[in-house]
Structure formats: structure tokens, C-alpha cells
């Protein structure tokens, strides 16, 4: 039968890539309020697809953006699979460093002169979810999927799934199943394909620094007033020690140490870090001290500015102290690191390091999301690891993995659910940045490890 | 002859106000590439305006925006009169603070109840230009200016004057005066006249940080690599010790001390620190500590970020690491110090303290402007000060002032020309902020103090 699916893909390959191209071209950016019309087009967009593949799908509603969900006919004694992806994509900005527009995808040769589609969400994570629907799609046209299953794609996991918890939690029997599959990690590199067993966790925070209630003539005002992007940056620069580490009083308090076994494992990765650096044009990478690369992105928490804003930003000058600066600050958290403790010491940090005549507002609450690992010694991995060997051609390695799902926590705390995090991604894809794309490759061996997954967890025990 | 001047004056007021609306309601931004021919057609406008007076007027080309100059016939035996303002205005961002759009002036009354005129350039430097105009115009209705002058109105004030300096070198004998008169400060408050006789100099700079060569995934990348937006903010945060001090090493080397007996005149002026605390919503004033606020604004260099830019500045979250950071900085220097060697030490330290994997780049140049303090203790400046006795009412104290005209410095070096400040302006007019204003009682009486000026100035010994 899988065979069969296999042709059917084979066949459908051009077909399926004008899909995807259809897909990108919805511009579905959930953190702009003025993009919500977009974001619900592409979640009816999405639902149709599934009722042609002939599952039963809706659109829902939730207190956001709306989630699709769609499901096959659930026959008893079948295992049953929550395939979980996210349809929103991250803003596009900076326009101007896109090759070709982020919402007009384009299929060209990437700098290695791999064939890739470019657009927004190539990879994060419309193709991976198209990936699963082809194969979803192939299943069916042979015959029927050989499992039960519950799609689940959300519209808020770039802006922290507000209101997934919600909506999870109204619908727990509905999405009741024995295992979860997430397409939204990448291999380890492009000739080794990987299992994720670890991500982590979210506080996004943004602080306001409001100093005179107006903008003010540098050289009348200039040295008798506190200037709030001067403050800004010393409260920023407040935040890290010299030695890299964050130095927010109690942060590292509950972050787990990384075993040694498990370092060692990582050591025969043999991650190159010159050519990391080398591929992004930096002359070495750096970070917290005493720990290698992969260790700080896979096990050690940050405290990045994404985004920063104050006075004039247009050409040349202006002698201006601006009434307010703001940053947006981003906490990549690791176990047993809790979102919530995170936030109240980071705003009492700043608070404490604050001069006393500005104000300080802090805004977007609810982007928090738990750092996970989940447990791989189980036959659904097992059974996994056999369909990325299938559809990849050769055995995955076993990652952790620097970025956030929020779902991941979510799930397995709500649902008891494991998760299965199988990406068709790879490192230089650009997430988030301009130029955004998914290799075409990595597409068609994803929609083959797609396929052969549903093969292989239906010979899951239930 | 004055008196029938003022009544001239007092007739025209309210053709002087429309006047002036239509010089404001030209959008001469200097600093803006793409404003280039309203500056253009500013210079133009107000060039004619002196052809209207009887003035031989014309819009003379610099490598950058025009200048206009005007003269009347020079009679020999009579004391001649270099004028100089600006037509160029400060970008008006950011716009959604202007209660009236900033080129369409509107008269109404302030927060405290008198009457102003509102728009960009208000008061700096068009409004004061115009109240000289209407002075000029009034004499020459009423048979002819008392001095000899010459007008000298130029468009890149707030761009450091760029190009002025090689038009006055190339126009000496034609710019030839025994004294100049600017004004373009303000008084010391609403029932204060002031004459000024200090101005600081400043220094621009734009940082720019460079990490990756393009925008990263935070999760990804957080913790592996340099993220230019906190560096940007550690260098920044450098700048300043914590107790308000500027921690460039040398910074301070030529600053001149303020005697005792200079500090003691300030404190007589009874500056209010409280007010104006409560006038800009500050619960106090703060800077360099061991200094007075007046103290800090006049005789005191600052570092101020008068921009910032980085990454996401949309509403809502973006987990990135920005490829480039950049900020735009001034600092505001006072005798001693030197723009070229502060520049230079500026530079050394960002470039000294930067991480060895980020790249620097300094952009904009040739914005400097030297520090000036002029002489007060001569036959003009006491004849000067019998004109704002006139004008309005009061004798003028002698101030410094915090911001920066850098034509001062110029004038002074290049033709040995002592300067008037004889400024029209209060302290709450917003310069170089949103809704800045002119109040009408001071366009009015700066009228009659120039008029004023004129005469008193043709009995100058030469």
C-alpha cells in the first residue's frame, strides 16, 4: 500500500509544489491586526484542502485567529494521530532584503545551487504542513489512511499561541490520541536527518522607557533630563554580564545541567562552528562562556533585543531627545525554566535598574511557552525513526533544537501526549529573516517520511 | 523715524502673520534628500520677499542647499549689519503627535492660554527670520534701512551648516560687517528677555553594528552569535558612568571650568528646576551629577542618542536576531573642546569596546560645530541690549545657551565678526519636537526689537 502512496506523491510532484505556492501566497502574518483578513483566508483556504482530501474539516473559532481542524472517519483499535503544524508566518520586514517579494513565491537555485522555493513561511511552516497534507492526500487517494487522525493547525504559533491552551482544553476528547507528529524543526544538516527531542521555552517581552512627555531640542534639554533611549540601553546592557551570561539575579536558578553523556553525544554531531560563522559571514560565533555552540542554543537561555525603536530613524540627522524608547526582548528558556518566574524577575530587574523619573511599561503579555524535552525511548520514535530512514535514506540523529513550539509543553501537559518532532527543515532556511525558503528536496523526502510514518504508526500497540 | 516704523509694524500685523504662514506652510526639510526642491523653492520665495522690501536679493548655489543673500545700498561712514538666519527646518517625525500637520500653520492658544502660531520651523528659524523681514520692510516703507545691510539666510542650519563655511570663505568681502546679528535662541523666560552670549557645539555620529550577514531565528541562532542590538546597547550604555558622567576616556580634557563668579550670575537668574520638571512630566531633572541644571545645559557637554534602530518595530512579536543595529548620536561640546578630536575619541572608543565578531561603521560626517562663547563687554552688545529694553519692555539678562548655531563659530573665526543672540523664542516652544510654536506677543515685539536694533545699531562707532 505505502508503495502505491509513494507513486502517487512521485506523480503529484509539480501539482503539489503550484499548491504550496498557493499557500505562501496568503500573506498570514498573526502579529498584525491589520493582516487578520489574510490570516482567516488562509485557514479557509486550508480547510477546503483537507475536505478534498476527504477529511471532515472546520474552521474554529477561538478568542485569536482561528485553528483548522480536520479529521478522517476514526475507526476503533486504530493508533490515532494528532498532527499538529501552524499556518501564521512571521512579519516579513525588512521588505527591501527580499530577493523576490515574501508573499510571491519563487522556485530558483539557492546560493549552493539547490533547487528551493522562496517565500515567507517556505519552511516555518506552510511546506512542512503541505508536506503532511500531500501525503494525507496520496493515503487517501490510495485507499484511506491506515490511522485514525485529528489535524490540528493553528494561526498564532508566531505570535505564541495565545489561544491554543483554550481551545485545547474545550476540545480535550476531540484531540485525544496516542501520539503527536510536529513538522516544524529541520534536519541537523542537509545530509543527516533528524528527531528533535528538545526545544526551548518563551518570555517575550516588550519595555517602553517614557521620559519627558515630549520630544525634546537636544542642545536646549541635553544633560538636564533623563534621555529614555540612553536609559533604554543601559537597561539593556544591564541584562548581560561580561562574560555573556544573562545577569538577571535568580535566572539560572532552575536550568537543568546538561549531562555529561548527553554532551558527548552532541560532541559526535562534529558541528562545524567555523563554517556556521563562515555562513553568515562572521569571523567566529560567540556567546556565554564555557559552553560550546550547539550546547548554548540547545541547553543554555538567552536574552535577545528582536527589535528596538527610538527618535529619528529617517536619513541624517536630528538633535532630538526622544520622549520614548522601546525594546522588544526575547528569553529562549531551557528546563526546568518556568515562564512565569522568568517574566516577574526580568520586570523587577528592570524596575530596580530604572532611574526613578522615567516610566516603564512593559507590553505583550502571554507569549510564554515552557521549554520541553520529550521522551524518545518509545516505539512511537522507534517507528518514527524507521519512516525518516525511509523517506530521508538514511538514520536520523537524535537533536535538540534552539527555537520554541509552544504547543509541544502544551499538549503533553493537557493531553499526556508524545510528541513525535519531525522536521524537514534545514539550517540555513533563513526562519524568520528575509529570503525565507524550503528546499525542494527536503520537501518531496518530507512528504515520503510523511507517508511512510502514517505506514509505520499504525503498527503502534493501542 | 523709529516711531513711525512701529506704526508700520503694529498696521501690518496681521499681513505679517499670513506671511509667515506662507513661509512655514513650505516643507524645507533639510536633512530629507527628497525635500530638496521645497527647500529649493523656500530659498526662492523668500528671496523675493526681500526683493519686495527694495533689498537687491538672490539665491546664491553651495555644494549642498542655497543660500539667499540680501543687501541694501552700502553708503560709506555707515556702521554695516550681517544678518544671518536659516529657512531649513527640522524633520517634523514624528507625525502622529502634531496636533495641526506641521506645514499647515495654525494660530491658537497654548496650554497656558496665549496666542501662537504652530508648525515646523515656527520659531526655528523662520518666525524670527520673519520678524527681521517685517523690520527690514517697515524701514524701507518708512525711507530706508538706518545701516548698511546684509542678509545672509541659509538652508542646512539643521544639518550642521555643511557647506557655509567654504560660501563664506569664497564671499568674504561681500559678507564683510562690523557686527552680526542672529536670532535664532530665545528668552530666558516669558518675562525675561535674554541676550545670549554662550552656545555649545556638537558632534553627530551614526553607529551602525553589523553582526550576521542577514536577520536570524532567536531560537536558532540565540546564544551562538553577537545579536548587533545588544551590542549597540553595551556600547551605548559605555558611554556614561553611573553618575551621569561621559566615559569617553579624554572627553573632558578641554573643558573649560566655569568660574565662580559666572556660576553665581546664573544662580541669581532663579532657574526653576521644579517648573520645569512639572513642564515635561518629570518628577525631577537629572545628569552629571555636582552640576545645576543650568549649569549642565550651558557649560556641560552631553552624549545623547537622538535615534535608535533595530530588528521588529511592528506591532506584536518577531523572534529575530536584526543582521544591523544602528543609533544616532550627538554630542553637545563647550569651550574647550575641539569637534575633530572629539569625533576622533568618540570613534576609538566604540571601535575599542566592540566585540572582535561585529563589524562598526560610523556614517554622516562634517556635522560639527565649534563651541562659542562671545563678547558682551562692547559698544554693540549695550546698544543691543537698549533694543530688547525696547522691544519688549524689560532689560535682557545675559545667558548661555544649550543648543548649537554653527554659524557662530564660523562667523567669528572666518571674519572676525562679533555675533548678537537676540533671541524671540520661549523655553516651551517645542523646537525640534512635534507642535512646535511661536508665541504671537514675541513674533510682535521681536518685530519692534529689531526695528529697534537697526536704529540703535547705525549710531555704532566705525
Redesign the interface.
Known sequence: MLNSVLQILEARRSTSLEQLKTFLAIPSV????DHAAAVRECANWLSNEFEKTGLKSAVRQTAGHPVVVARNNHVAGRPTVLLYGHYDV??P??LD?WTTPAFVPTVRKDENGFDAIYARGAVDDKGQVWAHVEAIAAWQAAGGLPVNITVLIEGEE???SENLAAFVRSNREELKADVCVISDTGLFNRDTPAIDYGL?G?V?EEVVVT?????????????????P??V???L?????NADGRVNIPGFYDDVQTVSQAEKDQWKRLNHDEAA??KS?????????AGHS?LE??WS???C???????????????????SK?S??V?M?LVPNQNPATVQAIFRKTILDRA???VKIDFI?ND?NADPVVVAIDNPATTLAAEAVKLGFGKEPVFIR????IPVVGLLTRELGLACLLIGFGL?DD??????EKFDLDCFYKGQKTAAALYDKLSKLAV
Open positions: 498573526s502579529a498584525k491586526p512571521q512579519p520586514e525588512p532584503l508566531e505570535v505564541g526551548r518563551l517575550y521620559g519627558p512627555s515630549h520630544d525634546l531640542h537636544s542642545g536646549q534639554y541635553g544633560g538636564a533630563v533623563p534621555n533611549a540612553n533604554l540601553c543601559q539593556m546592557a544591564s541584562l548581560h556556521v560563522a553568515l559571514d562572521l569571523p567566529f560565533l560567540s556567546g556565554e555552540a548554548r542554543t543554555r537561555p538567552t535577545d533585543i528582536n527589535g528596538m525603536t527610538a527618535g529619528y530613524q529617517g536619513p541624517g540627522a536630528k538633535t532630538v531627545i526622544a524608547a525594546a522588544k526575547s529562549r532611574p526613578k523619573n505583550i507569549h533544537g534552539g527555537g520554541t539550517p533563513r526562519v524568520h529573516s528575509p529570503n
